[in-house]
C-alpha cells in the first residue's frame, strides 16, 4: 500500500497519516520527491483501515500495491533514483553514464593504457574484470586479488572510479573496501545470500545484471533482496537474454529498458557488448539503447582484441570508443540527455 500526501500537507497531517499507518501493523518508509511525498508500507497492509486513511485531511490517494517488489516500485519513489558511483559521477540524472574497460584485467600496462584512454573519451567509470565466471574451468579465469590491486592502480592513475564483478558472500568486505561500485553477474542474479549480504554489509552501489533466462519481475524481485537488507543504491543492467538465436552472443530486450523505466525508480544500463558479442554491433546497440531511456551503457574496450585472455570478439579499441562516444553525443539530446 502507498499513501500519496496533497502538495500542501502539514507536518501534523504527516504525522496523522503514519501513525494510522503503524496502527495497522506495518512500517513506514517516506519517500519525499520534487513534487510529491509517498508514505509507502512495509510489511503486510491487511490490518490497515484504508477508508479511515482516505478521509485524513492530508491525505490525496490510497492504492494497494499489487506487484510483489515494494521499495523498487516507482509507486512506492516516484522520482527517478540518482546513485552516485564515486568520484562525482552520478548515474540517474541527465546526464548520461557511461562505464567502460576491459572484460578482464591482464597486466598492470593494459588496464592503466585502456582506463586512461576511456577517460579521455568521456567515460566516467573503469569496468574491468578481476574475477571471471567462465562457462569452462580451463578458461582465463582473472587475476583474481591482484586483479583488485591492478584496478586501484588504474584508478590512482585516472580518478575513474572502479566497476568490477563479486563472485561469492565470502569477498563482500574486500570489495567494501577496494571497489567503488559492486557487480552482481547475470549468473549471480538469484545468488540469494549473496543478495542479502549485499544489502547488509556494504553501503556501495549494486550493479545487477539481468540473468540469463530472467522475467522482468524476477530482476525486480532480485533487487528488492538487496535493498530489504538496507543498501537502496541498485542499478539495474539489460545485458541479453537468451533465446532460441544464436547469430548473436544473447538477444537484447531494449523492451525491458522502457518496461522497468516505467515499474521501477532504479536506474538502467545497458551492456551491448556481452548481449551482441560482436564488436561491429556495439556501436548502433548503443545508441538505440540511449534512445530507448537507458540511463547508462557499460562498453567492453580493449586496447589488443585480438588477443585479449577474454571475450575479445566484442570489445571496442580505443579509437573505436571514441568514434561511439561522439555518436552518443549526437543522440543523447534527442531524448533530453547528455553525454
Given at each position: 500500500?502507498?499513501v500519496?500526501?496533497?502538495p500542501?500537507?502539514?507536518?501534523?497531517q504527516l504525522?496523522e497519516?503514519?501513525?494510522?499507518?503503524k496502527?495497522g501493523g506495518?512500517?513506514?518508509n517516506?519517500?519525499?520527491?520534487?513534487?510529491?511525498t509517498v508514505?509507502?508500507a512495509?510489511g503486510n497492509?491487511a490490518g490497515?483501515?484504508?477508508e479511515l486513511l482516505?478521509q485524513?485531511?492530508?491525505?490525496e490517494?490510497v492504492?494497494?500495491?499489487?506487484?510483489?517488489?515494494?521499495?523498487a516500485n516507482r509507486k512506492?519513489?516516484?522520482?527517478?533514483?540518482v546513485i552516485?558511483?564515486g568520484?562525482?559521477?552520478?548515474?540517474?540524472?541527465?546526464?548520461?553514464a557511461?562505464?567502460?574497460g576491459?572484460?578482464?584485467v591482464?597486466s598492470?600496462a593494459?588496464i592503466t593504457?585502456?582506463?586512461?584512454?576511456?577517460?579521455?573519451s568521456?567515460?566516467?567509470?573503469?569496468r574491468?574484470?578481476?574475477?571471471?565466471?567462465?562457462t569452462?574451468?580451463?578458461?582465463?579465469q582473472?587475476l583474481?586479488?591482484?586483479g583488485?590491486?591492478l584496478?586501484?592502480?588504474?584508478k590512482?592513475?585516472?580518478?575513474?572510479?572502479?566497476?568490477?564483478?563479486?563472485m561469492?558472500?565470502e569477498y563482500?568486505?574486500l570489495?567494501e573496501?577496494?571497489?567503488?561500485?559492486i557487480q552482481?553477474?547475470a549468473r549471480?542474479m538469484?545468488?540469494?545470500d549473496?543478495?542479502?549480504?549485499?544489502?547488509?554489509r556494504?553501503?556501495k552501489p549494486?550493479?545487477?545484471k539481468?540473468?540469463?533466462s530472467?522475467?522482468i519481475?524476477e530482476?525486480l524481485?532480485s533487487?528488492?533482496?538487496?535493498m530489504a537488507g538496507?543498501?537502496?543504491?541498485v542499478?539495474?543492467c539489460?545485458r541479453?537474454?537468451?533465446?532460441?538465436e544464436?547469430f548473436t552472443?544473447?538477444?537484447?530486450?531494449?523492451?525491458?529498458v522502457?518496461?522497468v523505466?516505467?515499474?521501477?525508480?532504479?536506474?538502467v544500463?545497458?551492456?551491448?557488448?556481452?548481449a551482441?558479442?560482436?564488436?561491429?554491433?556495439v556501436e548502433?546497440?548503443?545508441?538505440?539503447?540511449?534512445?530507448t531511456?537507458?540511463?547508462?551503457?557499460?562498453i567492453?574496450?580493449?586496447?589488443?582484441?585480438?588477443?585479449?585472455?577474454c571475450?575479445?570478439?566484442?570489445?571496442?579499441?580505443?579509437?573505436q570508443?571514441t568514434d561511439?562516444?561522439?555518436?552518443?553525443?549526437a543522440?543523447?539530446?534527442?531524448?533530453?540527455?547528455?553525454?
Open positions: 500500500m502507498v500519496i500526501m496533497k500542501n500537507f502539514t507536518p501534523e504525522q497519516a503514519i501513525q494510522a499507518m496502527a506495518v512500517q513506514v517516506i519517500s519525499k520527491g520534487s513534487e510529491t508514505l509507502g512495509e497492509a490497515i483501515d484504508q482516505e485524513l485531511p492530508g491525505v490517494k492504492m494497494r500495491v499489487t506487484e510483489p517488489y515494494k521499495k512506492f519513489h516516484p522520482d527517478d533514483s552516485d558511483l568520484g562525482g559521477a552520478l548515474i540517474g540524472g541527465k546526464k548520461l557511461v562505464i567502460a576491459p572484460c578482464s591482464e598492470e593494459q593504457a585502456v582506463a586512461q584512454a576511456v577517460r579521455e568521456g567515460a566516467c567509470a573503469l574491468g574484470g578481476a574475477f571471471k565466471p567462465r569452462s574451468p580451463y578458461s582465463f582473472g583474481e586479488c591482484e583488485l590491486n584496478l586501484q592502480k588504474a590512482e592513475a585516472t580518478g575513474l572510479p572502479i566497476v568490477t564483478e563479486i561469492g558472500t563482500v568486505e570489495f573496501e577496494c571497489v567503488d561500485v552482481v553477474g549471480n538469484q545468488n540469494f549473496l543478495l542479502k549480504k549485499l544489502g547488509k556494504t553501503t549494486i550493479l545487477l539481468r540473468g540469463l530472467a522475467t519481475e530482476w524481485m533487487a528488492e533482496y538487496i538496507g543498501n537502496q543504491k542499478i539495474l539489460e541479453g537474454i537468451r533465446t532460441f544464436t552472443r544473447n538477444t537484447l530486450d531494449l523492451s525491458a522502457l518496461a523505466k516505467s515499474l521501477s525508480h532504479l536506474p544500463v545497458v551492456d551491448p557488448s556481452h551482441c558479442g560482436k564488436a561491429w554491433m548502433r546497440m548503443a545508441m538505440a539503447a540511449v534512445a531511456g537507458a540511463d547508462g551503457l557499460i567492453e574496450v580493449h586496447n589488443d582484441p585480438k588477443n585479449a585472455l571475450d575479445g570478439a566484442q570489445s571496442l579499441t580505443p579509437d570508443f561511439v562516444m561522439g555518436k552518443l553525443a543522440v543523447a539530446p534527442c531524448v533530453g540527455r547528455e553525454v
